[in-house]
């Protein structure tokens, strides 16, 4: 057995949302995100509720026609916090934390923190694109996204969204 050291890197990001906790948590699930992620698509695996919940299950197309597979980490409505773990097998796991934290005049923060995992060399020359810029683009597309639905109640065109 060769010796494999995945690397890892992790970014963090506070996102400005122009609704309540309340009105933004329900859309931090995958049936949900049909709603505002443009090209958005997901296989629902496993989910009592048919939602977002703790061990919910679900896979999203790769490119090459692969999955990568999602589970439901954390899920607590009340403290407005959810997170995940991706698997892209062979390449990259992920873990995203969330937590939604009310502002002033129903503004709300959204902490929303990611580290990446590479599982083979392949997937370690993936992490190492996940650089800071690449990352706040990300953030800031997916913040575009989420407040144009707040905002105008539609889903905005693919534009920038990556």
């Not at 403290?79 to 796991?93: D, E, K, M, S, T």
């Not at 709300?108 to 060399?121: A, C, D, V």
């Not at 990352?135 to 407040?147: D, P, T, V």
């Amino acid at each position: 057995m060769t010796e494999f050291r995945g690397k890892r890197v992790s970014h963090e990001y506070i996102q400005a949302n122009p609704a309540t906790p309340e009105r933004i948590f329900p859309l931090l699930c995958p049936v949900r995100e049909t709603d505002w992620v443009p090209g958005w698509e997901y296989r629902l695996i496993h989910s009592e509720s048919g939602f977002a919940e703790a061990n919910c299950v679900f896979a999203t197309p790769n490119p090459d026609g692969s999955e990568t597979t999602w589970v439901v980490t954390e899920f607590d409505p009340s403290a407005y916090r959810i997170a995940f773990v991706w698997v892209n097998p062979g390449l990259v796991a992920a873990k995203i934390l969330i937590k939604l934290e009310a502002g002033s005049t129903g503004m709300t923060n959204t902490h929303i923190g990611y580290t990446y995992t590479g599982l083979s060399e392949e997937g370690n020359r993936e992490v190492e694109r996940y650089n800071k810029k690449w990352f706040l683009h990300k953030m800031q597309s997916w913040e575009e996204a989420i407040n144009h639905y707040l905002t105008s109640g539609r889903r905005i065109d693919t534009g920038g969204w990556e």
